[in-house]
């Protein structure tokens, strides 16, 4: 099925451990988010990328880094956990960064929690 | 969100009519989107308006005024599948979305 698959669907983490949530899409498209959706809070952008190799940070980026190789991939990295992180994540894409069609594709989310 | 409000719930009741309306900051400003989310699941594309007026698709419509910052999400017919939650997002001069909290939709046979 089409679309962008993520993984882990639930995880639960130690406070320190490095972490990656994975991203892929298959719709080729060029640019791809990463959000933390917390209960009371909209979506927060932690990290973007509008085109392969190249990636930028929303409005809450700290403990967190991505990397863009491909266009496909867009991984989210916890170097090192710390339950404020506890969350879920959504990965998103868009066939451009302008969003000139109205519509974000959304994964299926990663909830995380860090003990 | 920033800047971005709607209710935090509203009740209908199955068949009838209800509007989820959402004020947003007006600087900056490149379009306003509505997501449908159900609970546990990922937000799905509703609507998109960049222009004021009103957009219909089916059940559901989106209005839009600029100059006075204000959206607002129209669900006729209503079903009990339409609870869930409705997510009220404003794209800014960088073209990233900035999202409201979400508007809890609780229908009620």
């Known amino acids: 099925i089409a679309g962008i698959t993520q993984a882990p669907t639930s995880q639960i983490l130690a406070a320190g451990r490095r972490m990656t949530l994975r991203c892929t899409q298959d719709m080729r498209h060029n640019a791809m988010y990463w959000y933390r959706q917390d209960l009371g809070l909209g979506l927060r952008l932690i990290h973007y990328?509008?085109?392969?190799?190249?990636?930028g940070k929303g409005e809450v980026p700290d403990g967190y880094s991505v990397s863009r190789a491909n266009t496909d991939d867009f991984p989210l990295t916890l170097a090192s956990a710390v339950p404020s992180q506890t969350s879920v994540y959504f990965c998103?894409?868009?066939?451009?960064?302008?969003?000139?069609?109205?519509?974000?594709?959304f994964g299926e989310g990663s909830r995380l929690t860090v003990l | 969100g920033q800047n971005i409000d709607q209710p935090t719930e509203m009740t209908a009741t199955e068949g009838a009519i209800v509007q989820i309306n959402c004020t947003y900051q007006?600087?900056?400003?490149?379009?306003l989107f509505w997501y449908q989310q159900h609970a546990g699941e990922a937000p799905t594309f509703l609507s998109y308006n960049v222009l004021d007026g009103l957009e219909e698709k089916g059940r559901f419509s989106s209005f839009l005024s600029r100059s006075k910052g204000y959206s607002y999400l129209l669900l006729k017919e209503l079903q009990m599948k339409d609870s869930a939650s409705y997510l009220c997002a404003r794209m800014d001069s960088n073209y990233q979305l900035i999202w409201g909290a979400g508007t809890k939709l609780i229908i009620k046979p």
């Open positions: 990328s509008n085109t392969a190799g190249t990636t």
């Open positions: 998103a894409s868009s066939d451009s960064p302008s969003l000139h069609t109205g519509e974000l594709f």
């Open positions: 007006t600087s900056g400003f490149n379009g």
